[in-house]
C-alpha cells in the first residue's frame, strides 16, 4: 500500500523509499540558489532541519519558509535547509525578495533524487512531480530524529515540534 497524503481533501500517493523516525537520513546532494552542490542527509556532525515543500511559489511554500528562516536563526549547532523543486534562479529570487539569509534553500529538480529517497515524491494528481510537504530533523549520528509529512498539502507543518526536535537534536 502507497504512503498518501492529501491534497484538498484528495488522497494523493507517494513515490520513493520511505524514511521515518530512527532510519539513517539518506545522504543527498542537491544545488543550492547559486548552483553550489550541497549534501544534507547521513551523519555531519550536526542536527539538520530538512522541510521540503511543493514550491517557494505558492503562499503556504512561502510563509513556510519565511517562518523557519525566522525561527532557525535562534538555534545554535543546526543547519536548515528548505528542498523544493524550484529551479535555483527562481529560488534566488523568492531568497532575494524575501530576506531569507538564516537558512539554505535546495533544489530537486534534477533527478528529484531527495524527494525519491525520502519518500515524498507526490506520485499523482495535479502535483505530480513535486515534493509533498515533509519535515525531517536528522541527529549528528545520521538519524531521523523527527519527522513530519503533513497530512494536508496546502496546511502549514507543526512548526513548534520541529523545532523543538531541532534543538534537542542539536543539544545531544
Known amino acids: ?7 484538498k481533501g484528495n488522497d494523493v500517493a507517494l513515490y520513493g523509499n520511505q524514511v521515518n523516525v530512527g532510519d539513517k537520513a539518506p545522504v543527498v546532494t542537491l544545488p543550492n540558489s547559486s548552483l553550489e552542490e550541497v549534501t544534507i542527509g547521513g551523519a ?16 503556504v511554500c512561502a510563509m513556510e519558509t519565511r517562518k523557519f528562516n525566522e525561527e532557525a536563526a535562534n538555534v545554535e549547532n543546526a543547519v536548515v535547509c528548505v528542498v523544493s523543486m524550484d529551479l535555483p534562479f527562481a529560488a534566488k529570487r523568492f531568497c532575494s525578495t524575501e ?4 537558512l539554505q534553500v535546495l533544489s530537486d529538480y534534477r533527478e528529484k533524487c531527495f524527494s525519491t529517497q525520502y519518500g515524498i515524491l507526490i506520485a499523482e494528481g495535479p502535483l505530480r512531480g513535486l515534493s509533498a510537504r515533509a519535515v525531517f530533523v536528522v541527529g549528528k ?5 523527527y519527522k513530519e509529512l503533513v497530512p494536508e498539502i496546502t496546511e502549514e507543518p ?7 526536535a531541532l534543538k534537542e537534536a542539536a543539544a545531544n
Open 141 to 145: 549520528d545520521g538519524k531521523v530524529t
Open 1 to 7: 500500500m502507497p504512503t498518501l497524503t492529501k491534497l
Open 99 to 102: 530576506g531569507v539569509e538564516n
Open 44 to 59: 555531519q556532525g550536526i542536527a539538520q532541519l530538512i522541510i521540503a515543500v511543493p514550491s517557494l511559489d505558492t503562499p
Open 158 to 164: 507543526n512548526y513548534e515540534a520541529a523545532l523543538a
